[in-house]
């Protein structure tokens, strides 16, 4: 765990590995979900260096709760989610595509 992180935030890393590891994820998916969670935290509350645009927008993991792996409303990763990926590949005419479309043209690339 890094040196910047608070005792709670230690504690809350492992309570979200261990409640991973227990729903079947593997160790190292587990750490890396769980370390998520608590720099998207940090990144929130204005508490780390750098953050992405993404991480400081969204709202917090623990709010989100699932939100987009149940059966009603979004599914799957935001519109600023896909359009990053875009940009990393490349894609053209991504900043006048909606959702879906970046969806169809990251799936096609």
Do not use: C, F
């Not at 040196?3 to 160790?27: F, L, M, N, P, V």
């Amino acid at each position: 765990m890094p040196k910047e992180w608070t005792a709670k935030q230690e504690r809350q890393y492992e309570h979200i590995k261990d409640s991973a590891q227990d729903r079947g994820t593997g160790t190292k998916r587990a750490t890396e979900i769980a370390a998520r969670t608590v720099n998207k935290n940090r990144a929130q509350s204005g508490q780390s260096k750098t953050a992405s645009r993404t991480s400081v927008r969204d709202i917090s993991p623990q709010r989100r709760g699932g939100k987009r792996s149940h059966s009603d409303g979004p599914k799957g990763r935001t519109r600023d989610q896909l359009y990053n990926e875009a940009r990393q590949r490349g894609i053209k005419g991504r900043s006048k595509m909606n959702k879906d479309q970046l969806a169809d043209a990251l799936g096609r690339s």
